[in-house]
């Protein structure tokens, strides 16, 4: 199938190109000032894990619910992981402001998805399961670790199934509630994988990222975001250079 050029593919690109340019300023930046005893530790690992996210719902599930629920599940995820990393406590409070910002985000991608019944569902079941994971040693914190390699474990595993069958159960039963299954299970199915196949790939990834961000050679981190803010620049002026071309 041909790729038709439109104003949405238009703008998709130029998001993508602002997005890079983004990043880039802020690796730059936090090399700049100090890396990760500087200010911007926590923003730039926060940051680094919704790219990951983002990209890997995004995949699945759509270019807007993916900037949406992976915003809010990245965000946590650093916090959450940059809590670890100094040796701090997981409070009742923390976990139920990291449930919070999970519901917000996976709430808000599925109401702009045109999943409004499982948007309203999916705050409290969210914020319970922030409060009930850590009980049975499905959070970060349970497999911490710091490696220059991915890692895969049978916790990992058991949060990727318990995530998965939790998000295809919550949209299960929303869409029965609306009576409204056949319709809705492709993405209800869609759902409950992606929950559990992103998971799987980032709790790998965790000790490699968390590795870098303590070992990282001097002015790496520079040169990567000096690259990106190039890639950047280079991948917002498709448009114009099409435009220009037609």
């Known amino acids: 199938m041909a790729l038709v050029w439109n104003d949405h593919l238009s703008a998709q690109v130029t998001l993508v190109g602002m997005s890079l340019d983004l990043i880039g300023g802020l690796y730059l930046a936090y090399d700049l000032l100090g890396g990760d005893k500087g ?5 730039t690992r926060c940051v680094t894990y919704s790219v990951i996210v983002i990209a890997c719902v995004g995949f699945s599930m759509g270019l807007k619910f993916g900037l949406l629920a992976g915003a809010g599940l990245g965000i946590a995820l650093g916090l959450h992981l940059e809590r670890i990393g100094r040796g701090q406590k997981e409070t009742t409070a923390f976990l139920f402001a990291l449930g919070l910002v999970r519901a ?3 709430s808000a991608a599925c109401w702009f998805d045109n999943l409004k019944s499982v948007a309203y569902c999916a705050i409290p079941i969210v914020l319970v399961a922030a409060l009930v994971l850590p009980k049975l040693k499905l959070t970060p ?4 670790e710091v490696g220059k390699r991915p890692s895969f474990s049978w916790r990992k595993l058991g949060l990727a199934v ?3 069958l939790m998000a ?3 949209g299960v039963f929303t869409s029965l509630l609306q009576h409204d ?13 992606t929950m559990a196949m992103t998971s799987a790939i980032v709790s790998s990834l965790i000790p490699l990222i968390e590795w870098y961000a303590d070992n ?3 002015r790496t981190m520079g040169y990567i975001g000096a690259s990106l803010f190039v890639l950047g ?7 114009s250079l099409v435009a220009v071309l037609k």
Do not use: D, K, N, W
């Not at 914190?141 to 911490?144: C, N, V």
């Not at 620049?233 to 448009?239: E, L, S, T, Y």
């Open 162 to 164: 318990t995530l998965g």
């Open 104 to 106: 917000l985000g996976i």
């Open 233 to 239: 620049f280079m991948v917002q002026a498709i448009p």
């Open 168 to 170: 295809g159960s919550l």
């Open 181 to 193: 299954l056949s319709h809705m299970s492709e993405r209800v199915i869609r759902l409950g994988l």
């Open 141 to 144: 914190s349970h497999f911490y």
């Open 39 to 43: 200010p911007l530790s926590t923003l």
């Open 216 to 218: 990282v050679p001097g």
